[in-house]
């Protein structure tokens, strides 16, 4: 290697945007789930005013995290970090219907005990929850990080932008692809490899709707794609496995692919 590539490699060392790392980001978010959910801790409080005080030290970590990330050093930090924790219990209330649905929608789960220290499911939605709310407030980079981090855990992909409403429920999860632009209704329930996505990529449609709108009471099954910004999955409406689909379909429609299956018994070939 010569000194024109060591020293182009140096210009990029000098020139990067600080930021955390991804492992201080991520266990702040764990920490804030955990403090809600006390099912995935050992920490114990005696008082009020102690886990009044143990929010009040996230907010503090959060203004740090955010005052040491280059890209967030023309936002007042204090005041969305504030305005972040404001929403806390909206948030909380959100992600118990998230445990209701999976719990109610899952015959396999023992417990909401079960739900919030088990399933990718909830990891996977929990963290998008806190993404979502800080991309509301138009932090920028931390809430990629921390979906990016469920999807490393999890198989689970959601977009912090994706609009998704209550009661959201994600079986098993694994190959779950969930685009930015996305709006997903109430009690919806995705099962694993379902891909909701866009029909082109061209970077001059980053600002437009490219991903799918899904209403209310759908079920979309496992290895299901439905691209493009223009289409509707109807309200009440049942999406079988391995369908593709690019148009928009009523409320109270059954979509499903028609495999040509032969079963050949080897004893009378």
């Known amino acids: ?110 417990s909401e005990f079960e739900v919030i220290r088990t399933y990718p499911g909830f990891f996977a939605i929990s963290f998008y929850r806190l993404a979502n709310s800080l991309h509301k407030y138009n932090v920028p980079l931390l809430p990629r990080i921390l979906t990016e981090h469920a999807h490393s855990k999890t198989g689970i992909d959601i977009h912090p932008a994706a609009q998704i409403d209550e009661y959201f429920h994600i079986d098993h999860g694994t190959g779950i692809v969930i685009g930015e632009s996305c709006i997903i209704g109430k009690h919806v329930k995705l099962y694993q490899g379902v891909t909701l996505g866009a029909l082109s990529v061209a970077k001059n449609m980053a600002n437009t709707k490219r991903h799918p709108t899904v209403e209310d009471d759908v079920i979309i099954y496992s290895g299901a794609t439905i691209l493009g910004g223009e289409t509707v999955i109807g309200h009440n409406s049942v999406i079988g496995g391995n369908v593709w689909l690019t148009k928009s379909i009523p409320p109270h429609s059954t979509v499903f692919h028609k495999p040509e299956i032969t079963v050949l018994n080897k004893s009378k070939v």
């Open 1 to 110: 290697m010569n000194d024109q590539f060591y020293r182009q490699i140096f210009d990029k060392h000098q020139d990067v945007e600080a930021t955390p790392s991804n492992r201080d980001i991520t266990a702040w978010a764990l920490q804030v789930i955990r403090l809600l959910y006390p099912e995935q801790s050992k920490q114990i409080f005696t008082s009020v005013n102690q886990l009044k005080e143990e929010f009040q030290r996230l907010e503090h970590e959060l203004v740090l995290v955010m005052n040491a990330t280059k890209a967030c050093q023309d936002c007042d930090n204090e005041r969305l970090a504030q305005s972040f924790f404001e929403e806390m219990p909206r948030l909380y209330a959100i992600l118990n219907t998230d445990i209701q649905a999976i719990f109610n929608g899952d015959p396999a789960a023992g």
